[in-house]
């Protein structure tokens, strides 16, 4: 995602999206309001009272693939306006303007992982504590990972609302299908996190392949019959794993094999219908020039 701050002669501020091709005019910050065409942008220009700007956004991301792009947006948009404002917030302060900001966009709660890798960068992981959230860098080359995953788009936006009601609705009930599941999830965060410190790649595949036999049991949406013939073509082509991105039922979909396998997963899963998307590790997170 990208942001570019400019001054506006005339005074007001605008808000433009060069993806979605909308654009936003208001005479002053306060009449700014989720209930416009651009919301998530209305709101944080509100929070940090933009006035006198234009403010142009790009994402590289489909709506509802579920990559992060959203978080990505956010944590760029309010980078740059904090600068903008001369403000120089702290990291966990930028995280909870950003959290607190989608969370009034798509009003339900939103999570503590998407925002850390746009802010930080680099191949980490989250560790939930009960004295917060600590992000740990992990000594993982990226180029590493980047020969190994092929990332597609299905073409479908994924369906995080109706999945994760579903399952938290499942959860609250006490399913104890439910729980083993993130039981088992838990457990392979932690074993993929080993693997990938001591770069195991064979195991990391592993781990993902097991990862996506309980999380397609959280619920009957997370997968399709589409991306299961995906994964199944990409695996007749040498992928030793796939997940999908996010909640599932549509979005994004990335596919682990070895180095060798690479191309010939990509041209199975480009001639099953999928788009695929050209990404790059991001090692520094949140620049801001």
């Known amino acids: 995602a990208g942001v570019d701050l400019a001054s506006?002669?005339?005074?007001?501020?605008?808000?433009?999206?060069v993806d979605t091709a909308r654009r936003v005019h208001a005479r002053?910050?306060?009449?700014?309001?989720?209930?416009?065409?651009?919301?998530?942008?209305?709101?944080?220009?509100?929070?940090?009272?933009?006035?006198?700007?234009?403010?142009?956004?790009?994402?590289?991301?489909?709506?509802?693939?579920?990559?992060?792009?959203?978080?990505?947006?956010?944590i760029a948009t309010c980078g740059a306006l904090a600068r903008?404002?001369?403000?120089?917030?702290?990291s966990e302060e930028l995280l909870q303007v950003a959290m607190n900001v989608e969370c009034q966009t798509i009003r339900v709660?939103?999570?503590v992982?998407?925002?850390?890798?746009?802010?930080?960068?680099?191949?980490?992981?989250?560790?939930?504590?009960?004295?917060?959230?600590?992000?740990?860098g992990l000594d993982v080359d990226p180029r590493e990972l980047e020969q190994?995953?092929?990332?597609?788009?299905?073409g479908a936006p994924r369906n995080s609302g109706t999945n994760n009601w579903e399952i938290t609705k499942r959860h609250l009930d006490g399913d104890q299908d439910v729980f083993d599941c993130f039981e088992r999830i838990r457990d392979t965060a932690a074993a993929m996190r080993r693997a990938l410190e001591r770069g195991d790649w064979d195991e990391v595949g592993r781990q993902i392949a097991v990862e996506w036999t309980n999380r397609r049991r959280l619920a009957p949406g997370v997968?399709?019959?589409?991306?299961?013939?995906?994964?199944?073509?990409?695996?007749?082509?040498?992928?030793?794993?796939?997940?999908v991105c996010g909640a599932g039922g549509g979005g994004c979909v990335f596919f682990y094999g070895p180095p060798g396998a690479k191309a010939n997963i990509t041209q199975a899963v480009s001639r099953s219908g999928a788009r695929i998307l050209e990404y790059r590790i991001e090692a520094e997170g949140l620049r801001i020039g």
């Open 148 to 154: 190994r995953i092929v990332l597609a788009y299905t």
């Open 8 to 17: 506006r002669p005339a005074g007001g501020v605008e808000l433009v999206s």
């Open 223 to 243: 997968t399709t019959p589409e991306i299961d013939t995906l994964v199944d073509r990409a695996a007749a082509a040498g992928a030793t794993a796939a997940k």
């Open 28 to 74: 002053h910050w306060s009449e700014l309001s989720a209930a416009c065409e651009l919301p998530l942008l209305a709101l944080a220009a509100r929070h940090y009272r933009l006035d006198g700007a234009t403010l142009t956004t790009r994402s590289a991301s489909p709506a509802g693939a579920g990559i992060a792009g959203s978080s990505a947006l956010t």
């Open 109 to 111: 709660p939103t999570g």
């Open 84 to 90: 903008w404002n001369k403000q120089s917030p702290r």
């Open 113 to 136: 992982q998407d925002y850390r890798p746009a802010l930080y960068g680099g191949v980490a992981a989250i560790e939930l504590g009960v004295d917060g959230v600590r992000r740990v």
